[in-house]
Nanobody
Framework: VQLQASGGGLVQAGGSLRLSCAASGRTFSSYSMGWFRQAPGKEREFVAAISWGGVGTNYADSVKGRFTIFRDNARNTVYLQMNGLKPEDTAVYSC????????????????WGQGTQVTVSS
């Protein structure tokens, strides 16, 4: 599976962005998908994950109520809708695919896309 993330950019605090992660291959619907982020000088952290069928989701406490993960298996794409953005959301956001159930642990993901930069100004 090859993953291509897009949709990052510069936005003011309180604004919104939608990230997309397009996957190649016919088995996309069999993978759970996750979004992670890494800010300068910090470790990569879990943001959100969604099960292969889209029913199960999990969010980091820091983004609950503001971010929504969803997927369109017909388009081989997973999305991260980010509302109410804060300066502390500034990071490089990456998507990842995992054959098992949804997990917050980055080491359990099998495939990674390149990151897309999100910058939130105050």
């Amino acid at each position: 599976v090859q993953l291509q993330a897009s949709g990052g950019g510069l936005v003011q605090a309180g604004g919104s962005l939608r990230l997309s992660c397009a996957a190649s291959g016919r088995t996309f619907s069999s993978y759970s998908m996750g979004w992670f982020r890494q800010a300068p000088g910090k470790e990569r952290e879990f943001v959100a994950a969604i099960s292969w069928g889209g029913v199960g989701t999990n969010y980091a406490d820091s983004v609950k109520g503001r971010f929504t993960i969803f997927r369109d298996n017909a388009r081989n794409t997973v999305y991260l809708q980010m509302n109410g953005l804060k300066p502390e959301d500034t990071a490089v956001y990456s998507c990842a695919a995992e054959r098992g159930g949804i997990t917050t642990r980055d080491k359990e993901y099998d495939y990674w896309g390149q990151g897309t930069q999100v910058t939130v100004s105050s």
